[in-house]
């Protein structure tokens, strides 16, 4: 028995159309060799089997396929390496927010190429001990006056630039991160929707799902995400896959993404003067107020939100991140423990206390941004440094032993804590440039590490993306092979059409003689 007439027509018409469709892929992968973002395509075939359903009995004849079709464009990604490269990428990005922060940072705290803190106290320091070779001699009091008073303004300068760094760093975070957020959310809601209306329309949209990986990549930076892909049935035996993007490793899941729905990020401060954020779900229009910062666990985000708020051993939480406002106290326990141990010495016989230093707000707690000298002093027209204060009967105008007793003071060694007394957590036990050098010091070592652990995040990522390349990525040799392999199918295939052309030629016209 023959084979169905034109079997072997419908063989060859599928060769020919899947080969066909086979180049033009190719040839939509070589035009975007150089687009950016752009995944390497695929036709996905499958072979076509004889249907015998219908046939009442069984035949002992050799049943052949009926060719080959073409079910689908997808794409070369690998979805594990995907997960892996926004992983490194949040780590990448939240060690890079506290490299930049730390190293604006630490130009406060330069006592190197400019003479900051340090100096001063060794210019005040060489000013008590020139006064003892003249005491009460307005001259010499006055330039000790002046070297206190550059002293406390360095303080106020230091402070200022703290406040200044702070600042601006919350700008980054509210005007830059966060805005960048919401507009990275709000473009993969949207894509979502465009995808979906394609999928159902039998359309995989490929380069828009490149778009809106672009996106999620990009969205990896700033928080650490996890991509969820679920199936849905729209009918006629129809799934399409539905993409969801959730803070990783958080339960119950927090969404950012669902997809239409998404949030919008907004920066608040907490009733203890953190930084929250607060959401507001744009699909509904309902707003909730929620402290997630405790959900952050890596990103840009995570990097401002340690910066800003890290106060190390300042709270009694277990957080030790050491942020700019632990550095701050630091500056400000040596401000007040300074202050507070000078003011103290400046008493006369009759225990009456002219004090150097005051607050500008008048607050009894000193810190380095209201330390001032006191207004006494400033306006004082005679002596106000008491050089002795030991009782005697004749003149000691010319004793110093309580000038001394202050110079002592810069050498004294003494306990810094984070509350300025006994009752506080231990900082550091030495003189005040001692605790000043240990701040600077913990600050360059903090940099150290943080440059460390960027370089390792960001060379891991960058070995992953190029795992990720050679695989999504268009290669002009892999695709001029392809070019050459299904050029010669379709040829072949378009030679097997002319065969049987030649066979039913001969069946029909040369038998019949």
């Not at 809106?212 to 700033?222: K, Q």
């Given at each position: 028995?023959?084979?169905?007439?034109?079997?072997?027509?419908?063989?060859?018409?599928?060769?020919?159309?899947?080969?066909?469709?086979?180049?033009?892929?190719?040839?939509?992968?070589?035009s975007n060799i150089n687009?950016?973002?752009?995944?390497?395509?695929?036709?996905d075939i499958s072979s076509?089997?004889?249907?015998?359903?219908?046939?009442?009995?069984?035949?002992?004849?050799?049943?052949?396929?009926?060719?080959?079709?073409?079910?689908?464009?997808?794409?070369?990604?690998?979805?594990?390496?995907?997960?892996r490269f926004r992983n490194?990428?949040?780590?990448?990005?939240?060690?890079?927010?506290?490299?930049?922060?730390?190293?604006?940072?630490?130009?406060?705290?330069?006592?190197?190429?400019?003479?900051?803190?340090?100096?001063?106290?060794?210019?005040?320091?060489?000013?008590?001990?020139?006064?003892?070779?003249?005491?009460?001699?307005?001259?010499?009091?006055?330039?000790?006056?002046?070297?206190?008073?550059?002293?406390?303004?360095?303080?106020?300068?230091?402070?200022?630039?703290?406040?200044?760094?702070?600042?601006?760093?919350?700008?980054?975070?509210?005007?830059?991160?966060?805005?960048?957020?919401?507009?990275?959310?709000?473009?993969?809601?949207?894509?979502?929707?465009?995808?979906?209306?394609?999928?159902?329309?039998?359309?995989?949209?490929?380069?828009?799902?490149?778009?809106?990986?672009?996106?999620?990549?990009?969205?990896?930076?700033?928080?650490?995400?996890?991509?969820?892909?679920?199936?849905?049935?729209?009918?006629?035996?129809?799934?399409?896959?539905?993409?969801?993007?959730?803070?990783?490793?958080?339960?119950?899941?927090?969404?950012?993404?669902?997809?239409?729905?998404?949030?919008?990020?907004?920066?608040?401060?907490?009733?203890?003067?953190?930084?929250?954020?607060?959401?507001?779900?744009?699909?509904?229009?309902?707003?909730?107020?929620?402290?997630?910062?405790?959900?952050?666990?890596?990103?840009?985000?995570?990097?401002?939100?340690?910066?800003?708020?890290?106060?190390?051993?300042?709270?009694?939480?277990?957080?030790?991140?050491?942020?700019?406002?632990?550095?701050?106290?630091?500056?400000?326990?040596?401000?007040?423990?300074?202050?507070?141990?000078?003011?103290?010495?400046?008493?006369?016989?009759?225990?009456?206390?002219?004090?150097?230093?005051?607050?500008?707000?008048?607050?009894?707690?000193?810190?380095?941004?209201?330390?001032?000298?006191?207004?006494?002093?400033?306006?004082?027209?005679?002596?106000?440094?008491?050089?002795?204060?030991?009782?005697?009967?004749?003149?000691?105008?010319?004793?110093?032993?309580?000038?001394?007793?202050?110079?002592?003071?810069?050498?004294?060694?003494?306990?810094?804590?984070?509350?300025?007394?006994?009752?506080?957590?231990?900082?550091?036990?030495?003189?005040?440039?001692?605790?000043?050098?240990?701040?600077?010091?913990?600050?360059?070592?903090?940099?150290?590490?943080?440059?460390?652990?960027?370089?390792?995040?960001?060379?891991?990522?960058?070995?992953?993306?190029?795992?990720?390349?050679?695989?999504?990525?268009?290669?002009?040799?892999?695709?001029?092979?392809?070019?050459?392999?299904?050029?010669?199918?379709?040829?072949?295939?378009?030679?097997?059409?002319?065969?049987?052309?030649?066979?039913?030629?001969?069946?029909?016209?040369?038998?019949?003689?």
């Amino acid at each position: 028995m023959l084979r169905a007439t034109f079997m072997g027509f419908k063989v060859a018409t599928g060769a020919l159309t899947t080969n066909q469709r086979q180049l033009d892929v190719v040839g939509q992968n070589i035009s975007n060799i150089n687009t950016k973002g752009y995944t390497r395509q695929r036709l996905d075939i499958s072979s076509i089997g004889s249907n015998t359903k219908n046939v009442q009995f069984g035949t002992n004849d050799v049943i052949i396929g009926q060719g080959v079709k073409a079910s689908g464009l997808s794409q070369y990604r690998d979805s594990f390496l995907d997960l892996r490269f926004r992983n490194e990428s949040a780590k990448v990005g939240e060690e890079e927010v506290k490299l930049a922060a730390y190293s604006d940072l630490e130009t406060v705290f330069d006592e190197i190429s400019t003479d900051g803190l340090d100096v001063k106290f060794t210019e005040l320091l060489e000013q008590f001990n020139a006064l003892t070779s003249s005491p009460s001699d307005p001259v010499l009091e006055g330039v000790v006056r002046t070297s206190a008073e550059m002293l406390t303004q360095t303080f106020n300068d230091y402070a200022n630039q703290i406040k200044e760094i702070s600042s601006q760093q919350e700008s980054y975070l509210r005007d830059g991160a966060i805005e960048n957020i919401n507009q990275l959310v709000s473009g993969i809601s949207e894509y979502n929707m465009e995808i979906r209306q394609n999928n159902i329309a039998g359309n995989n949209a490929l380069e828009l799902q490149d778009k809106r990986n672009a996106l999620i990549d990009g969205l990896s930076n700033y928080l650490d995400i996890k991509v969820n892909i679920t199936k849905e049935h729209v009918g006629a035996n129809v799934y399409i896959d539905n993409l969801q993007i959730v803070l990783n490793d958080i339960t119950p899941e927090f969404e950012l993404v669902n997809i239409g729905k998404h949030v919008e990020l907004g920066v608040g401060s907490g009733a203890d003067g953190t930084l929250i954020n607060n959401i507001t779900y744009v699909a509904d229009g309902t707003k909730i107020e929620t402290d997630i910062t405790s959900s952050i666990k890596s990103g840009k985000v995570k990097g401002f939100l340690d910066f800003l708020n890290g106060s190390g051993e300042f709270t009694n939480t277990t957080n030790n991140v050491k942020g700019i406002i632990y550095y701050e106290n630091m500056l400000n326990s040596v401000a007040s423990t300074f202050a507070n141990g000078l003011n103290g010495l400046n008493t006369d016989v009759d225990e009456d206390n002219y004090p150097f230093f005051d607050t500008v707000d008048g607050s009894e707690v000193f810190t380095a941004e209201n330390i001032k000298v006191t207004d006494d002093w400033l306006t004082s027209s005679e002596s106000y440094i008491i050089n002795s204060n030991k009782a005697s009967e004749g003149d000691n105008t010319g004793a110093t032993d309580n000038i001394i007793r202050m110079m002592g003071k810069f050498s004294e060694i003494v306990d810094f804590t984070t509350t300025g007394d006994d009752t506080g957590t231990k900082l550091f036990r030495g003189t005040f440039q001692e605790m000043l050098s240990f701040a600077t010091t913990r600050l360059n070592l903090e940099i150290k590490n943080t440059d460390i652990a960027h370089s390792t995040f960001l060379d891991t990522r960058n070995q992953i993306d190029y795992a990720r390349q050679s695989i999504s990525s268009v290669d002009l040799n892999e695709e001029g092979v392809n070019l050459l392999q299904y050029s010669k199918s379709y040829s072949a295939a378009a030679r097997l059409m002319t065969t049987l052309d030649e066979m039913l030629n001969t069946l029909i016209n040369e038998m019949a003689r």
